[in-house]
């Protein structure tokens, strides 16, 4: 039996730190020559099974590409590991034939972080998806690769307790920690960083490692160095994250959101740093520029006025809820915010956050046909009024489609840029400004990516961030845990 693959691969030239790319087709030496495949499937058969293997052109590309603008970048193999004993012994197989492993979660990711870049295993691992050891007292629980966001939630429904951090998709678990992930609840509840309690991690010789020791879920701890952030955010160049343990939180007694328009941006950010300077504990607060809530309106069936707009969620007591409503609706008022519109039911709440989560979508639709990619900063809350106005300074002045959304309680801002594909004067004014914009954000002592991790796009950028020391530092990490380059590579570094 033999298994032939492709002696060809799509491959493509960056064009530019931004990661924009433009398709070419060259010669691709595989990995395993001579015969080399022949020996390596029927490895890989033995560990996952018939069932579990797959050298299908559809399967391969649909594990080439993630969310991002990024062309797709398919593996040579894809795998489907049932436990991490499986991706231990799998890792071993690709270790020993100098294979790179990438590992797959569900797809959501926005700077091309899954693809293929040097050919290799795609380790997709959504058949680990098991809810492991809930601790409802303790509030903390370990899940697999496989269970989503939306999934762990709906397992624990009844149980009093959710895990809050929402960066809309229903993304992996373990992909979120694997990204840095946060999302709309961040600046109450805080980023995966501060809510992972331990990892267990497949290195690329197929050791397995726990970066808190085995089975240990305290809430804090000074013992040693810090394992667990090192791989929270490593974006599957060091391990296979096979394991997360989480922290929960109680469910809130009461929620209730509203929307407040304001006379400028400068007003609407005055707001939110006052609101957090009173120490009202809120839960959400999101930013829309006049174009993303025309867009969210026109999607959603909505009628907010087109103006700069908050987006905010309180969660508490009723008693501490009255409370917080009262401060929050004094300060915008002082800053020339509109009155209050309400969410007070689940219902109507779900309606306003799915406009909120849907402003991918809403974006997209304003020029139908076009493809959309979404830019990704933090800067210090001072200086939020001054990058977005200039932003949206840069965007008239050359003509370009980029609602702007952002977690502003944090700091982190997202332009979703739509664009012809097949005009290639938009695709370079769009290139230009996305890194006019990151390069803006550092300037302001910020940081190019808040949330979306580095991936392919952005590996010029952080050297720029970082500086040449640390990023060493950084390829010294690397080279210990990963000396043949196997994880994910040409990834963040």
Known sequence: MTFALRSTRRLYTHLSTSGFVQCRTIKKEHNLKNGGW?????????????????????????????????RCRPPDVVVWPRSVEEVSALAKICHHHHLPIIPFGTGTGLEGGVGALKGGVCFSLRNMDRVLDLHQEDFDVSVEPGVTRKGLNSYLRDTGLWFPVDPGADASLCGMAATSASGTNAVRYGTMRENVLNLEVVLADGSIIHT?????????????????????GSEGTLGVI?????????????????????PS????????????????PIARIEFLDDVMIDACNSFNSLSYPVAPTLFLEFHGTEKSL??????????????????????????????????????????????????AYSTDV??????????????????????????????????????????DPNDQGEVTRVHEFTERLARRALAMDGTCTGEHGVGLGKRALLREEMGPLAIEVMQG????????????????L
């Not at 096979?242 to 304001?262: D, I, Q």
């Not at 950010?269 to 120490?279: A, K």
């Not at 609706?329 to 909120?356: C, H, M, P, V, Y």
């Open 322 to 371: 009255e409370e917080q409503v009262t401060v929050t609706e004094e300060i915008t008022q002082a800053n020339g915010g509109s009155d209050f519109s309400w969410a007070r039911d689940a219902e109507t709440r779900g309606r306003l956050w799915k406009a909120r989560h849907d402003a991918w979508y809403a974006a997209l639709a304003l020029r139908p046909g076009c493809k």
């Open 378 to 419: 933090c800067v210090p809350l001072s200086r939020l009024p001054q990058i977005i106005v200039e932003t949206k300074e840069d965007l008239m002045l050359n003509r370009l489609t980029g609602p702007i959304a952002g977690h502003v309680g944090d700091g982190n801002f997202h332009c979703i840029m739509v664009m």
């Open 265 to 280: 941006v400068q007003a609407a950010v005055d707001s939110t740093v006052q609101v957090l300077q009173t120490g009202v």
């Open 242 to 262: 096979t394991k997360t343990t989480l922290r929960l939180y109680g469910v809130p007694e009461a929620m209730v959101s509203a929307v407040c328009t304001f």
């Open 212 to 232: 808190a020791g085995r089975g240990r879920r305290p809430r804090k701890t000074s013992a040693g160095y810090n394992l667990t952030n090192l791989f929270v």
């Open 38 to 70: 022949e020996r390596v499937i029927p490895a890989f058969r033995s560990v996952c099974g018939e069932d579990g293997v797959s050298l299908g052109e559809a399967v391969r590309e649909q594990h080439g590409r993630d969310e991002s603008v990024h």
């Open 477 to 492: 990490l690397k080279a210990s845990l990963d000396p043949k380059n196997l994880m994910n590579p040409g990834k963040v």
